[in-house]
């Protein structure tokens, strides 16, 4: 029979009620369970990173979407953190937490995150404090968004925006790739970005436009030119395809060559082609990444970048044709006038000492019956006449007067010619005139059959300048030898002797008394050279580039005459030099001049006094040597000479 203590019956219902309790928080903890699961499933559905942390415990909860995005998991978790925040935003990060939890709020913030491969990505994070419970202690519920490709994206339309409002600004192409070099290595976030550009006619890269953190080094690399081998541009340009160099060590001799020429360390770098029309013009080039390395992404941009470069770089060389075409035109038009002047002043004399002449044969003529003489006398004299009239008409023309250069100038070629050599022959006699004055032209231009030898440029040359001091010992003139041993040369004697006389000839009269001029022969690669240089009054730049085009006076046409050879500032008529090209093409070396018109006296008709103590701008020497030269090399490429000759 059950008891029927009171305090048993007691025990006995907490018992009960207990067990109640007992199932119920077993129901209720499965409950939680299947929540939990049912929470962690959503969590882990949702497709953004999330992140849960315990205050005092730190991170324990990671979602899928976290993983997929930084890389990092549970496992990678240190002292209740993970490692994904830079080391400048760590100080931001705590900041956050501390706001966090005295506020018990919300936290909205576009910082950036690190993956665990490295990368660094732009992201929006929100974070939310969350009361403790019964079940949980206080916490932080973290979730992010990845905006790296949209802010990359947004950069890129940004940067494409400001380059496109940029091209009409920058005239100037170097100035104009700089921009865009400046753009590239922003958005990107490299150290350096450049334009490489093919030399088409040397095979040979060089860097037009350059963006450097280091100033020296943008200087540098733009001063520098590569054989197409010596970097990797020369392969994307040969292959027409991009190419991504992470590692610089993989190639460590020609990236090693490069660096040691730039005075700059590359550690990796992204090239992608310049294609105009069917070829491609050269390579834009990332280099030193400063973050992660270069991807695919880059690659696509670069290209689009490209494209803009390339025909930026197509636009202005065309405009730099049309830009020498001009120039070539306003030079040949100022050449024509130089042409048409230089044939008046060369007209005049003879056309003047002809009809002085005529005036005294007219007084001994007279002597004899005029039916026997006069007629052709005044043919004569009316045709000199005529030549007279069209020297004036061409005077005029240069001084802007209203007459067409190009009629009379015809009209003068046409009609004048014929009766000079009929006036020739009548008063002199058939006696070939017309094959004399052949071959005067051909005892000018050497052109002429002669057999080329083997020749010692130097010995040559020494005794050639001991023979010809004697023609202009009147002039106070040093010429300094500097005849190192060389080897031979394959010419014709004779052509030597006009072209070493005439450089000299050259150099002596644009040198004013107590100048110098050098004359050097010296190796120079697989054959030999010969410099001769002035210290002189030099060539104004516009008058250089058709210096040996002949009959082409370096001087102003007011102030030209025709003094004896070897005189400072003496006239010709430009065939020298003419000659020199002539024989340059037919026997096989290369003539080049350069020169810098004297500071002093930079215009064509300032004049120079002739004697350098009568300068008033010269103290010294030294002080015109260093003003204005004028440099003439030849080179001969000799290595074979010898069997030529043979």
């Given amino acids: 029979m059950p008891s029927t203590n009171?305090?048993?019956?007691?025990?006995?219902?907490?018992?009960?009620?207990?067990?109640?309790?007992?199932?119920?928080?077993?129901?209720?903890?499965?409950?939680?369970?299947?929540?939990?699961?049912?929470?962690?499933?959503?969590?882990?559905f949702v497709p953004y990173p999330l992140a849960v942390m315990h205050i005092d415990e730190g991170i324990f909860y990671l979602n899928h979407g976290f993983t997929n995005v930084f890389g990092w998991t549970l496992d990678d978790v240190v002292d209740g953190r993970i490692p994904f925040v830079p080391k400048e935003l760590e100080r931001e990060a705590e900041e956050d937490i501390r706001h966090l939890i005295?506020?018990?709020?919300?936290?909205?913030?576009?910082?950036?995150?690190?993956?665990?491969d490295g990368r660094v990505l732009d992201v929006v994070m929100r974070a939310a404090y969350y009361e403790k419970s019964e079940y949980e202690p206080a916490?932080?519920?973290?979730?992010?968004?990845?905006?790296?490709?949209?802010k990359r994206i947004a950069r890129i339309n940004e940067m494409i925006l400001r380059i496109s409002r940029a091209l009409p600004e920058y005239p100037d192409l170097e100035a104009l790739l700089d921009y865009i070099n400046v753009e590239v290595k922003n958005t990107l976030n490299t150290e350096g970005a450049v334009v490489i550009l093919l030399d088409e006619e040397k095979q040979e890269l060089f860097v037009l436009g350059a963006a450097y953190d280091d100033q020296a080094t943008k200087r540098r690399v733009k001063e520098i030119r590569f054989k197409m081998d010596e970097l990797v541009a020369g392969r994307v340009i040969k292959t027409g395809k991009p190419i991504i160099v992470s590692d610089t060590s993989q190639d460590a001799e020609l990236h090693r060559k490069r660096d040691q020429k730039l005075g700059y360390k590359t550690r990796n770098l992204l090239l992608v082609p310049l294609r105009s029309k069917e070829r491609i013009i050269g390579v834009l080039c990332a280099l030193n990444k400063k973050e992660g390395d270069f991807e695919q992404k880059d690659v696509e941009l670069l290209n689009i970048i490209a494209?803009?470069?390339?025909?930026?770089?197509?636009?202005?060389?065309?405009?730099e044709e049309l830009k020498k075409a001009y120039q070539e035109v306003r030079s040949l038009n100022k050449a024509k006038d130089r042409v048409i002047n230089h044939l008046s002043h060369e007209l005049k004399t003879p056309v003047s000492i002809l009809l002085g002449s005529l005036r005294l044969l007219e007084k001994t003529l007279r002597q004899l019956p005029e039916e026997e003489w006069k007629r052709n006398f005044e043919r004569m004299k009316r045709n000199l006449d005529r030549i007279v009239d069209i020297q004036y008409e061409v005077t005029d023309i240069m001084e802007n007067r209203h007459y067409r250069s190009y009629d009379i100038l015809l009209m003068m070629l046409e009609e004048c010619a014929d009766e000079l050599e009929v006036l020739v022959e009548?008063?002199?006699?058939?006696?070939?005139?017309?094959?004399k004055i052949r071959k005067r032209i051909d005892e000018i231009f050497g052109l002429k059959e002669a057999t080329p030898v083997p020749l010692d440029l130097g010995e040559f040359v020494k005794h050639l300048l001991e023979d010809m001091k004697t023609k202009f010992a009147h002039r106070d003139v040093r010429v300094e030898q500097r005849i190192n041993p060389a080897l031979s040369i394959c010419l014709p004697p004779d052509i030597l002797e006009k072209i070493v006389e005439g450089l000299v000839k050259n150099a002596v009269e644009n040198t004013p008394d107590e100048g110098k001029i050098e004359v050097r022969v010296e190796p120079r690669g697989e054959g030999t050279e010969l410099v001769v240089k002035d210290y002189g009054v030099g060539i104004v730049e516009e008058a250089q580039s058709r210096i040996f085009e002949g009959f082409f006076s370096t001087q102003d046409i007011i102030s030209y005459s025709s003094k004896r050879p070897f005189d400072f500032d003496a006239g010709g008529r430009g065939a020298d030099l003419l000659r020199m090209k002539i024989f340059s093409e037919r026997y096989g070396f290369k003539i080049e001049m350069d020169s810098t018109r004297c500071k002093y006296i930079p215009d064509e008709k300032?004049?120079?006094?002739?004697?350098?103590?009568?300068?008033?701008?010269c103290r010294?020497?030294?002080?015109c040597f260093s003003s204005g030269w004028t440099t003439f090399r030849l080179y001969f490429p000799s290595a074979d000479s010898v069997e030529k000759c043979k």
């Fill in 620 to 623: 010294e020497a030294e002080d």
């Fill in 606 to 617: 300032d004049k120079c006094p002739g004697r350098i103590s009568k300068c008033r701008y």
């Fill in 6 to 44: 009171p305090e048993v019956k007691n025990l006995l219902k907490k018992i009960e009620e207990l067990e109640k309790e007992l199932a119920q928080r077993k129901q209720e903890e499965v409950t939680l369970r299947r929540s939990q699961r049912r929470l962690r499933m959503l969590l882990d």
């Fill in 102 to 116: 005295e506020n018990r709020g919300m936290v909205r913030r576009e910082t950036r995150r690190l993956t665990k």
């Fill in 139 to 150: 916490g932080i519920l973290m979730i992010f968004r990845d905006i790296t490709e949209q």
């Fill in 307 to 319: 494209g803009t470069v390339a025909l930026s770089v197509e636009n202005a060389r065309v405009n």
């Fill in 426 to 435: 009548e008063e002199l006699g058939k006696g070939g005139v017309v094959e």
